[in-house]
């Protein structure tokens, strides 16, 4: 049964935005108080946190796919929706999030970092807050916006300031748990090691972790053994151990050989030129493995290496070597740049930036592609002749006519707003007007004016009756 996953392939869905309500005020005496709708409300977001307590990405392995709740519509009497609840998904620290074509959107590292995966969709506005002096009465309200969907792979690359190298069986697994109180699966096969292994070390005053990395193989860059799934566990580390076998009963290894070998699988993979290396020469503890130690050591030391003759199972050497690891960490923490306060960058817009843009296609059809009038679409709803007019509106407040004027397009030309697989076309007619003009005080009520004086009333019936009275061939108004 699989208990460790380092790759997955989420879908994360954020929540819809609530609609908006059209209502109108009702109370005795009142009938027709007002516009009263309330706002939807917005859509959950899918929110990615580091959790130290987590340490694999199974969970996402058995159910990928992960939504949040939607918002809820709008009501009557000012009643605003419920937001939808966010939903905050807890990953290890160092993991790494990219879109499906591999480009990196997000690198978490240290706990609380977050990153939001799946923006929830804004609430539309109900008829009370699309009131004003001209649309006193607004017979509509604006639709939620759909919240955000988004494929993303989540990789798990180890944080540890050591990481253990060599083939299987080199002891790496031994040399952990004697080095730490990890307590991993120690057993003379290859490929024991199955996941990364993470143990603690104290060395003086310097605390620092130990990786050790599932067995590299010739080939492992290229995807043989093992080696390829756990190689980007490396890529963190400050330094590099070789733990190399002394003892072999295999008679096509040696030490050198296997040191060569994992140290072009490593070349292959790349990024790890800059990192300091340490040898460390295992299984002292058994003669012939005492003798080969001293053979090879001058050579090692020739090529540049630091080498420790170690025994993970009769504790020979660990101190020295505990203690050569803390100076290295320590060396290449304070090398690293301290972490500056977040900075806000402030990216104006440009003068002459319109929001959109209109361009024709290679079938005639004229794009319009922008923030604004592409959510305007989404928030419209086109069964409602008043609610298209209302987009119609803000279109041309926003210049979208002018801009397609300019571009060439005559009556009749087709527009599509919105990306390819799902925009909104029609067929265009130009205007010299927006819309509430041309439809003429759309919007207004005449039920909602308030009541005439009742001596207004009075002189207006009067008016009335003498206008008939007039029709009568030689008859003389009353006089007043």
């Known amino acids: 049964m699989t208990t460790f996953v380092d790759r997955v392939e989420l879908h994360a869905a954020a929540g819809n935005g609530g609609h908006g309500c059209a209502s109108v005020h009702r109370e005795k005496f009142k009938p027709l108080g007002g516009p009263d709708g309330g706002n939807g409300g917005r859509g959950g977001d899918v929110t990615l946190v580091v959790d130290q307590a987590v340490t694999t990405l199974l969970d996402y392995h058995h159910h990928p796919h992960r939504k949040a709740t939607n918002g809820q519509p709008g009501a009557g009497d000012n009643r605003s929706g419920k937001d939808g609840q966010d939903l905050v998904l807890p990953v290890p620290d160092g993991t790494v999030v990219l ?20 923006q929830g969709g804004r609430g539309g506005l109900g008829n009370a807050a699309l009131a004003s002096a001209r649309r006193k009465a607004p017979g509509f309200a604006l639709l939620g916006e759909p919240g955000e969907s988004r494929d993303i792979v989540l990789e798990l690359k180890t944080v540890a300031d050591v990481a253990l190298v060599g083939y299987p069986s080199a002891g790496k697994s031994s040399l952990i748990s004697v080095l730490s109180a990890a307590k991993p699966k120690i057993a003379d096969y290859p490929f024991t090691t199955l996941v990364p292994n993470l143990g603690v070390v104290t060395a003086g005053s310097t605390v620092f972790t130990v990786a050790d990395v599932p ?27 070789h733990v190399l076998d002394t003892a072999t009963l295999e008679s096509d290894r040696d030490p050198v050989s296997d040191l060569d070998i994992i140290e072009e699988e490593l070349r292959q993979y790349g990024g790890l030129e800059d990192r300091p290396r340490i040898v460390v020469l295992n299984k002292i503890d058994i003669p012939d493995g005492q003798e080969l130690a001293e053979m090879i050591r001058p050579e090692l030391e020739a090529r540049g290496y630091r080498v420790f003759e170690v025994s993970a199972i009769a504790h020979k050497g660990l101190n020295d070597l505990s203690y050569a690891l803390a100076g290295i960490v320590a060396e290449s923490r304070a090398a690293k740049p301290k972490e500056e306060a977040t900075r806000v960058v402030i990216r104006p817009k440009a003068v002459d930036d319109a929001g959109f843009t209109v361009a024709p296609d290679d079938e005639g059809v004229y794009r319009v592609r922008g923030e604004k009038p592409e959510r305007w679409v989404r928030q419209t709803d086109f069964s409602n002749d008043e609610a298209v007019g209302y987009l119609a509106d803000r279109l041309n407040r926003l210049g979208v006519e002018d801009a397609l004027m300019k571009a060439g ?6 527009v599509a707003i919105g990306p390819e697989e799902n925009a909104v076309v ?5 205007t010299m007007m927006a819309g509430a003009e041309m439809l003429g005080r759309r919007g207004e009520d005449h039920r909602m004016e308030a009541p005439r004086p009742a001596e207004q009333r009075r002189r207006d019936r009067e008016a009335e009756r003498d206008e008939a009275l007039r029709d009568f061939q030689g008859f003389e108004p009353f006089k007043h």
Not at 110 to 116: I, L
Not at 223 to 229: D, K
Not at 409 to 414: E, F, K, L, V, Y
């Open 99 to 118: 879109d499906r074509d591999g480009n990196v959107l997000a690198d978490l590292v240290g706990q609380g970092t977050t990153f939001v995966a799946g």
């Open 215 to 241: 067995g590299l193989i010739p080939g492992a860059s290229q995807g043989r053994g093992l080696g390829l799934e756990f190689l980007r566990h490396v890529e963190r580390c400050s330094v590099l151990v």
């Open 409 to 414: 397009a005559r009556a009749g030309d087709a």
């Open 426 to 430: 029609f067929d265009w007619e130009p």
